[in-house]
């Protein structure tokens, strides 16, 4: 049944990649895939494994960004809040090392470690998930519901909130109000939200 | 002595003068920018001291600033959404020799102001958008530019 899945997983990518229009990508309402990428620490992650989980805050995150830095306590602070309500979060980091060498697994291992993340770090190395997904930004944020175990609802496309350099003065927690939503079985307020961030770094096509 | 006062207070006013070579501006300012019915064609292209992208690319625009009197160049720095402090900036100006005008964006809350620069753009930067005034023409594109990039885009709109 899995090896059915990962085969229809990859199918789906295939489908989705191939002569598709360049950005397609996750729109609110569309079920999203699983993936199976390698964390920091060299096990592989799946959301499957997740057995308890409600849902997920899916992160697309990097090393180097100026706005991954000025976000990494708050994403810190995410997981603290939600993974034990059943909202883990997991971050996939997709930047090419070759274009970014700062967001190198060494890098990735160096700073899940110093950082003590408390959630996977995952590297996105043929950046089909990124791309699957339609993130173009790090930090881009994807909240999942988990409706059942084959269906990853998106309810949410976006930023984590409305102030990045200034984690006191924010006035729109977006990620924090989906997942509060999910856990009250009301609507999410924000669906999709834009920010200024750095555009990942794709491969040379 | 006192010629030596002088001109030491001349250096530092001017210096003064040249630490602030960038206006903060408004999205509204943007918006009239690109919105009015005449004029040259606009080029707006979207960066930050901190996007290495962004500063790869920068010399395209710096020679079609120099090279092109019919299109007019700006260069909309986004660094204040991280960093209050506009010094950078302006150090960075300095450093690189810029012509072009800059602008520094003063805007809160990206999700309120980047639709009205462009429905497409993600927010990612660099971003470019060419307006031409005369005939209504744009094109927004969200990505580094390479050589040839820019005349492409400016004959698109013509």
New interface residues.
């Given amino acids: 049944m899995n090896a059915l899945k990962s085969l229809f997983a990859i199918a789906l990518i295939a489908v989705m990649t191939a002569g598709a229009p360049v950005k397609p990508g996750y729109e609110v309402g569309d079920s999203a895939m699983d993936f199976k990428l390698k964390n920091y620490d060299g096990k592989m992650v799946s959301m499957a494994d997740y057995k308890e989980a409600k849902g997920y805050i899916v992160i697309f995150n990097c090393n180097t960004c100026?706005?991954s830095k000025?976000y990494d306590s708050r994403i810190i602070a995410l997981n603290k809040k939600y993974a034990s309500k059943g909202f883990p979060v997991i971050t996939i980091n997709p930047n090419d090392p070759g274009l970014s060498p700062g967001d190198s697994f060494d890098e990735m291992k160096s700073q899940a470690k110093r950082n003590k993340y408390d959630f996977p770090y995952l590297v996105d190395e043929t950046q089909d998930v990124a791309r699957t997904y339609g993130a173009?930004?790090t930090p881009h944020v994807y909240v999942l519901d988990k409706v059942s175990e084959s269906n990853l609802k998106v309810v949410y496309i976006?930023?984590i909130d409305?102030?990045?350099?200034n984690a006191d003065a924010v006035t729109?927690r977006y990620v924090e109000d989906a997942v509060d939503a999910l856990m009250q079985s009301k609507s999410v307020p924000t669906t999709k939200?834009?920010?200024?961030?750095?555009?990942?770094k794709w491969k040379n096509s | 002595m006192k010629a030596l006062i002088i001109t030491f207070a001349l250096a530092v006013g001017m210096s003064a003068l040249h630490a602030q070579p960038a206006d903060k501006i408004k999205i509204e300012d943007l918006q009239k920018m690109v919105g009015g019915s005449a004029g040259k064609i606009q080029v707006l292209n979207f960066w930050a001291t901190?996007?290495a992208?962004c500063i790869k690319e920068l010399p395209l625009f710096e020679q079609l600033n120099a090279t092109r009197k019919d299109i007019e160049v700006s260069l909309i720095s986004?660094d204040l959404?991280?960093?209050?402090n506009p010094d950078k900036i302006y150090r960075f100006i300095d450093r690189k020799k810029l012509k072009s005008t800059v602008y520094i964006l003063d805007e809160?809350?990206?999700?309120t102001w980047?639709?009205k620069i462009d429905k497409s753009?993600?927010?990612?930067?660099?971003a470019t958008l060419v307006v031409n005034l005369e005939n209504g023409k744009r094109r927004f594109v969200?990505?580094?530019l390479k050589e040839g990039d820019l005349e492409e885009i400016i004959n698109s709109v013509k």
Avoid: Q, V
């Fill in positions: 100026p706005y000025a173009t930004n976006g930023a409305d102030n990045s350099r729109k939200t834009k920010a200024i961030g750095c555009t990942i | 901190w996007c992208p986004i959404d991280l960093d209050p809160r809350d990206p999700n980047i639709d753009w993600s927010g990612a930067i660099p969200e990505k580094e």
